[in-house]
């Protein structure tokens, strides 16, 4: 049958430009004494990306060694949003603190998170070979909540911090 070979109508993949509208903010602050340290911050994500696609002709043509095979036709234009859609949010929260008592130290801290994402209605015009269309948005696409807890312990055998024995326990 010879090798398959794939070839578009254009040298590109008719990729139109993308827009992205994406925002993110930190937030820590630090207390620390010889035998107590104390750590709280956060950190928030949202926005869109979106872009256009078409093709050439709205198809891409295949050859079969070198000779026109088939034809596959393509629903463009569309106008997708890529990746998180729209990232409503991406949070999390965080706390943590560790205190020292001669040779032994506790670790403890607490972590929420938030992730919610959404889609808007859309519409996409017609194209060569499809009509007009419409799509339904959808509120709720991701709404995940977790509350991830930590806890560890640390003892200096020896005194000369060279040997500890650990224990750790986090979601």
Known sequence: YGAMNVAQTQNDYGTAPQHQ???GQRFAVSY???????????????GVNSNTTS?????????????PDSVIVVNA???????????????GMYAQDSWKYKRLTVNGGLRYYYLHESVDPGVAPAGRFVAARSFNGIPEL????NVAPRIG???????DAKTAVKFSFSK
């Open 77 to 91: 234009p569309l106008y997708a949003r890529e990746g998180l859609l729209n990232l409503d949010a991406d949070l």
């Open 142 to 145: 991701l709404n995940w909540k």
């Open 32 to 46: 620390v004494t010889g035998s107590h340290n104390i750590k709280v911050g956060s950190q928030w994500r949202y």
């Open 21 to 23: 509208d994406n925002f």
């Open 153 to 159: 312990f640390a003892y200096d055998l020896t005194g």
């Open 55 to 67: 093709q050439n002709a709205d198809l891409i043509q295949r050859y079969r060694s070198g000779v």
